[in-house]
Structure formats: C-alpha cells, structure tokens
C-alpha cells in the first residue's frame, strides 16, 4: 500500500482546491437530482447526485480510453484520532483491504489486478482514500468491492488480523520513518509547528505504544464512526455511462445505512504567523545536513491561498526556482533544494522549504544561505516574470494530471470532500491566472518574516567522519 503520508506537492501544483465555485450545486442537491456542467464554463463534464445515505457520488464521463477510476474519500486522518490511539486512520487503510463479510483477506487485491486494474489507498492528516483503476466493463466489480467492505467490514474484522496489520504498520514505520535518513521529519515538523492540543501536532502513523494499545473494540468503534456513507464520497471518471454507473452505484451503496454521528474536531484555529522564531536541530545518522524552513500560510482553498501557492512555487518549483537557481545551480550550496505545501484545508496550511546540503557544506552555512534568499524575496518582492513563469508550470502540471482518469477521479474527490463542490476542479487555472506580483509580493511581506519560521534542522551525527567519508568518495571518483 502506498506510503501514511503522500509525496508533498510542489508549492503551487498541489491539491489546487480553491473556494470560486464552477456555477453548478453540489452540497445542497436533492437526492436523486442528477446536476451538470452548466453556463459557459469549459472543463470537464461532470454530474452529481447523493443517495439517502448520504453518500455524494460524482461522475465524470470520458470514452478516451476504455478505463474507468473509481476513487473513494473518507473524511477522517490522523486529526480525529484520540490522544493514546494515534495511527487509527493508517492502520485502517491497511486493515481494508484484509477481507468482509463477502470478500476474503487479500482477495480484494487479486480480484482487481486479475481484472487487469491497479489498486491502492493512502492516508492523510484530514482524510483516507482508496482507488481502482479497471477496464471499463469491471466497474460492477470495483464499486461492489469498495460497497463491501464499507457495510460489511466488521463480520470479517478478527484479532489475529488486527494483530497481523498492526505488526505490519510498526514495520512500515521503522522502514519509511525511524530507520529512514530524514524520516522523522514527517512527524517532527508537525510537532514543531502545531502546538501539541492541535489535531495536527502528532504523528500521522502513529506511535509504537499506542499501535501497541489498540484493541478489536477500539478499531471497531473507529470503523463504525467514521467509515460511514455519510462521512465519504465517491468519484467515478472514464468510459462510464453516467446512468449505469448511477444504478450500480444505487444497488451497491444504497442499502448501507447513515453513521450515528461522528464526535466534533477540537478547534483548529491557530495564530498567522508563529509570533517567535522556532527550532529543532536533530542529531541523526545521516551524511549531509538538511533544513526543513516552514512557514504558517493561508489555508488551502481559500483567495490568498493561490497567492501563497505562486510565492511557494516562485520559492522552489522545480529548477528555474529561486532556491534551486541561487543554492544549487549558483553558489553550489546544495544537492537539493525545493518548495511545497501540505494544502491543509483547516486552521493554517504550510509552506516547507526543503534544502539538502552538498558535501562539505555545513550546516551553519546551509541555514544562513537559505536564510538570504527567503530574506531578498521577502524584502524585494518578486517580477512578473516569476509570477508568469510559476502560474504556467502550475497550470500545466495541472492539466496533465487530468488527463488521467484515477487523477481525475481524485481531484474530483478532494473538491466534493473539502468544498463540497466538485465542480470547483475546472476553475483551477483561472484562479491561478488571477494572481499578481503585487499580491504575491504582499504575502512575501507578510508571511515570509523572521516571525513566521519554523527551523527543523538534521546534522549528521558524527560530522568529522562523514565528511572525511565522502571527501574519499570524491577524490575516488575523480
């Protein structure tokens, strides 16, 4: 299964939710009500329709190639998690695809790929997802497979399964986390720049104790809160015909009844800016010292989140970037350098620099180097040139991302889950257009300030030895 914590995305290209919505309802629709693209609008076709359950469905019908993506997103992540249960949302992603009532532990995985389609899930802070992708005639299959294990996971939930994934989960973590170079940064950072009662603060995978604590009980009652048709939505993209999707969507979902209600997320809200500078050095076995710079940004899918996203991307979106320029192509500073966003939808997004250093660059050096060119952006602002050149890599990555169906069936997913609207998927490009230097230079003032950074620094534990190592290493290779 694909890693707790998806692969950030470039400042600017990530998730793209924005608030201007696409002229059609979504939220407010009658059940039964299909609803299409309507005015003059271009984009991608669309229609949507929520059954009594309460399950939003979205359909979006495409005969370019004979595939069909279903995409399924719950609203629950590691945020709704309790204190002493931490990695829930996680284990659960593993724990969907061990079996129901009507489907075996693994079957679930064989049935799609003997039908020729690839098949995933992945968690994150605010939601969980699982995805097909199939030939188009097998779509009963993977809307019958999602349905499943949605109404009818608990008959087939037992202990030594539990067991079984949660000894899988504590692997996963020691592979892509403790044992990872760099690798606590996915739960650190957060640390850092959430305060610790904020749903955001802790791990996404959760600890070693509390993976340790979980009980049947407790996994079944985090299953029956949150995995509910109410709390999800459903997205099918490709060769579909939207009325046969509809009735198969009708028969496989229909009779899964509403959640009881699920407990409030504690408040989210936190200041603008940190206030005061804060900062973590951490000692690891790593080779080169690497700098996480984050900043408190405008939330996701709302106005000064475009601009954010522009500033993030003109910061370090690929190599005509101003870090990857200055740090690694210019003064050869860094092996690396990037930018990019969490696009959190609640309280504050983040906007993360991540620059690695090159061999014989220390750290002190990498910080006040880093430091330099967020200082110039922020004390000069930016050209329209920058802003030109980071809203037509936004808009084409974007737009190729959407020529594929399971991209296109997850974006779809994401707008319906965090906005409501789905339609707000054809909207993107324009948002972005609208963004100016001035406003992009505004935010620099504002946001990217000796008040507003958060510092998670790694140095290699024994750097004599390292450098020596690769000092060797080179003048071999030379």
């Keep these: 299964m694909r890693s707790p914590t998806p692969e950030p995305a470039a400042a600017g290209a990530g998730s793209a939710g924005r608030t201007a919505r696409a002229g059609r309802q979504t939220t407010d629709q009658p059940a039964g009500e299909p609803t299409r693209p309507g005015g003059s609008t271009p984009g991608i076709p669309l229609e949507t329709f929520r059954l009594a359950n309460g399950l939003f469905v979205t359909v979006s019908e495409d005969h370019t190639a004979p595939i069909v993506a279903v995409n399924l997103w719950y609203h629950v992540g590691s945020a709704n998690e309790r204190a002493g249960r931490t990695g829930f949302a996680h284990l659960f992603e593993h724990m969907l695809f061990q079996g129901s009532a009507h489907v075996g532990s693994n079957e ?14 992945s968690t994150w802070l605010d939601r969980t997802n699982y995805f097909e992708t199939v030939p188009s005639n ?11 294990r949605m109404g009818h996971l608990l008959p087939a939930m037992t202990q030594q399964k539990l067991d079984t994934q949660r000894d899988v989960v504590k692997n996963e973590r020691r592979w892509s986390v403790d044992n990872q170079p760099y690798g606590t940064w996915w739960e650190k950072l957060p640390a850092l720049t959430f305060p610790p009662e904020h749903p955001f603060h802790h791990s996404l995978i959760g600890s070693m104790a509390d993976l340790d604590a979980a009980s049947l009980g407790d996994v079944s009652g985090f299953f029956s809160t949150y995995y509910t048709p109410d709390n999800a939505v459903l997205s099918i993209a490709g060769d579909v015909d939207p009325a046969e999707a509809r009735r198969l969507v009708d028969q496989f979902f229909g009779p899964i009844p509403r959640g009881a209600g699920r407990p409030p997320l504690p408040a989210m809200d936190v200041a603008p800016r940190f206030g005061t500078p804060r900062r973590e050095v951490v000692a690891d076995d790593v080779r080169l010292p690497r700098l ?14 475009y601009v954010a996203s522009v500033a993030g991307a003109i910061l370090g979106m690929k190599r005509g970037s101003r870090l990857h320029r200055a740090l690694v192509r210019e003064r050869q500073i860094a092996a690396e350098a990037t930018a990019f966003t969490f696009d959190l939808t609640k309280g504050s997004d983040l906007l993360i620099a991540d620059v690695t250093a090159r061999p014989g660059i220390g750290a002190d050096r990498l910080e006040a180097e880093v430091a330099l060119e967020v200082d110039r952006m922020q004390r000069e602002g930016v ?23 399971a991209e296109r069936a997850d974006k779809l997913s994401l ?13 993107q490009v324009e948002r972005y257009r609208a963004v100016t230097a001035a406003r992009v230079s505004a935010f620099a ?6 008040d507003n950074r958060a510092t998670l620094l790694y140095l290699p534990k024994d750097p004599v ?4 190592e690769l000092a060797g290493a080179a003048a071999a290779g030379a």
């Design 138 to 148: 097998q779509l009963a299959l993977a809307l019958w497979l999602e349905a499943d």
């Design 415 to 427: 707008f319906a889950t965090y906005f409501g609207d789905p339609g707000l998927i054809n909207v």
């Design 108 to 121: 679930h995985f064989e049935l799609i790929q003997r039908a020729g389609g690839t098949l995933n899930g």
């Design 383 to 405: 050209t329209d040139a920058e802003v030109a050149r980071a809203v037509s890599l936004i808009e084409t990555d974007y737009t190729t991302a959407l020529q594929s169906a």
């Design 465 to 468: 030895a390292d450098a020596e």
């Design 292 to 305: 996480y710079l984050a900043f408190r940004i405008p939330t996701f899918g709302t106005e000064e989140g």
């Design 445 to 450: 003032r504002e946001r990217l300030g000796g």
